[in-house]
T-cell receptor, first 113, second 109 residues
Framework: ETGVTQTPRHLVMGMTNKKSLKCEQH?????MYWYKQSAKKPLELMFV???????ENNSVPSRFSPECPNSSHLFLHLHTLQPEDSALYLC????????????FGQGTRLTVV | DQQVKQNSPSLSVQEGRISILNCDYT??????FLWYKKYPAEGPTFLIS?????DKNEDGRFTVFLNKSAKHLSLHIVPSQPGDSAVYFC????????FGKGTRLHILP
């Protein structure tokens, strides 16, 4: 248990659905991240939040919409996804954006049908 | 209970020598293992991976060894260079990915 909790663990959604992934940490960290892990591919950084402000958006399609209402919670809102968006979505946090030590959640396995 | 353990939080190695980073896991269902490198102010970047059907994978100065019977993998960097100073994460996958807590590698001049 790293202190970073992601829900749900598994999600199956249709291409017309709207769903949200949730990440929660009570480690007192100020930076939170969303990553995409596709099957057998390297980890892709999607979004970075520092002190609740988005500081990085790595050319992610607009069908993915992050939200950071406070320093403990991070959401990834999903709508009109494509089958190729099926992947493991990981949340992570660190004390600050510049911190070398990051704590990862176990991920949400998303399947788009 | 940690399923992926990196028992050394930090490691210092002389430039030009071999760096060996170790990782142990507990779940025999893991079938793919990865190493990531992380610099300050950046997210982890993929370094090298190995499937459970292999015991060695080599890419330039980086070699990963997998010992399934011992549930142990290691990353060898040779020769070590100053730019290798970073935090290295080991990760293991089945239908999810579990990361170790990382080992900070410091290459000494």
């Amino acid at each position: 248990e790293t202190g970073v909790t992601q829900t749900p663990r598994h999600l199956v959604m249709g291409m017309t659905n709207k769903k949200s992934l949730k990440c929660e940490q009570h480690l007192g960290h100020n930076a939170m991240y969303w990553y995409k892990q596709s099957a057998k591919k390297p980890l892709e950084l999607m979004f970075v939040y520092s002190l609740e402000e988005r500081v990085e958006n790595n050319s992610v399609p607009s069908r993915f919409s992050p939200e950071c209402p406070n320093s403990s919670h991070l959401f990834l809102h999903l709508h009109t996804l494509q089958p190729e968006d099926s992947a493991l979505y990981l949340c992570a946090s660190s004390q600050t954006q510049g911190d070398t030590e990051a704590f990862f959640g176990q991920g949400t396995r998303l399947t788009v049908v | 209970d940690q399923q992926v353990k990196q028992n050394s939080p930090s490691l210092s190695v002389q430039e030009g020598r071999i760096s060996i980073l170790n990782c142990d896991y507990t779940n025999s269902m893991f079938d793919y293992f990865l190493w990531y490198k992380k610099y300050p102010a950046e997210g982890p970047t993929f370094l090298i991976s190995i499937s459970s059907i292999k015991d060695k994978n080599e890419d330039g100065r980086f070699t990963v060894f997998l010992n399934k019977s011992a549930k142990h993998l290691s990353l060898h960097i040779v020769p070590s260079q100053p730019g290798d100073s970073a935090v290295y994460f080991c990760a293991a996958m089945d239908d999810k990915i579990i990361f170790g807590k990382g080992t900070r590698l410091h290459i000494l001049p």
